[in-house]
């Protein structure tokens, strides 16, 4: 359907520009005086978890996310010949840069605060929602970004094996160190105490999900990777991309997330180990392959030596509880 068509007869507006947003189906939408997102689902969305979660951190004090417009039936969004459609308030503001060590300071801050709200101890699990508390509890099953561990483990063997260059070969080594010193009691424990507390997590908290609005707000966008799981999942995830080459950003997120939040020590033993993954080297492969672009030696190499360094393997190391005081 027409979308200009589609907001005039479920929302009862009269659009005066619509602008599609990179390669997402995502538009701004305009209208005489104000202007909105609008999201166009065409995969299989968990749209009523997404309400419940929303419900839920503005229950427990996380207001800072764009609102779902009703419908003019009263309904949170459209389903239409196969597809979901979602109308929400429009975020003003800049995108931060998480080369700028204070904004990404305070985005590690401000996920402590999301991470605050993100629990529902009086509620059931919904079903049919993605839950990492059903996984086994093993190294191998925990899940970060989108990626297990035990596939990141495989395919940095297949990758190493494909091009035998000395960045994928300590990338390989570090997983393997992460896995020997992985606490499994102490995860065991953990997975146990948010278990009972029905925690979620955003599922990919990067620089492209928040807006600094011009009156010194941050929001948070896109939690279409919400799901039940270990929260300081989505911690991992952002020091994974963004603690540096030799993980000079590393205790600056930590220290920010810990102000907010405090860490538990279980918690902090949990994700110094994870810390060796080499969540950033998979990553960047994987996301060549999954475009398909050719990856080439000489482009591993250049890319991914800084990566592999000492300075890095060792600052993760020397980290310890009392240096996020």
């Known amino acids: 359907m027409d979308i200009s068509k589609l907001l005039l007869k479920k929302y ?12 997402r189906k995502v538009y ?38 764009p609102k779902m417009i009703s419908t003019l039936d009263g309904s949170s969004y459209v389903e239409m010949q196969g597809l979901t459609y979602v109308l929400s308030e429009w975020i003003e503001g800049i995108q931060p840069s998480f080369s700028n060590l204070e904004h990404l300071k305070t985005a590690s801050a401000f996920l402590a605060f999301f991470h605050c709200a993100a629990k529902a101890p009086n509620q059931e699990p919904m079903k049919n929602v993605p839950n990492t508390f059903l996984y086994p ?31 994928l070969k300590i990338a390989l080594e570090r ?11 102490s995860y065991k424990e953990l997975v146990k105490t948010e278990r009972k507390e029905n925690t979620f997590i955003h599922g990919d908290y990067n620089y492209s999900n928040l807006v600094f609005s011009p009156e010194g707000k941050v929001y948070l966008l896109d939690f279409d990777g919400s799901h039940y799981c270990v929260r300081i999942i989505d911690l991992l995830f952002l020091c994974h ?19 907010v939040r405090p860490l538990s020590l279980i918690e902090f033993e949990v994700v110094k180990s994870l810390l060796f993954v080499p969540g950033k080297i998979y990553r960047d492969i994987n996301i060549r392959t999954h475009l398909n672009i050719p990856i080439h030696r000489d482009w591993l190499i250049r890319n991914l030596t800084g990566y592999s360094s000492t300075e890095s393997f060792d600052t993760i190391k020397r980290l310890s509880y009392s240096d996020l005081v």
Do not use: C
């Not at 299989?44 to 419900?55: C, G, Q, R, Y």
């Not at 099953?141 to 990626?147: F, L, S």
């Not at 991309?241 to 997330?257: C, D, F, R, V, W």
């Open 241 to 259: 991309l963004h603690m540096g080459k030799n993980a000079e950003m590393l205790l600056e997120i930590l220290k920010s997330y810990h102000q």
């Open 28 to 65: 701004m939408v305009g209208t005489a005086d104000k202007t909105y997102a609008f999201k166009v689902y065409d995969w299989p969305v968990a749209i009523d978890f997404h309400i419940s979660l929303l419900n839920q951190i503005d229950k427990n004090g996380f207001r800072q996310f």
């Open 137 to 167: 509890t093993t190294f191998n099953d925990i899940k970060v970004g989108g990626y297990k561990m035990k596939v990141v483990k495989n395919r940095l063997k297949e990758w190493g094996q494909q091009f035998g260059t000395d960045p």
């Open 175 to 185: 997983m393997e160190y992460a896995e020997r010193l992985f606490p499994i009691d």
């Open 12 to 23: 009862g507006l009269r659009t005066s520009f619509i602008k599609k947003l990179g390669h």
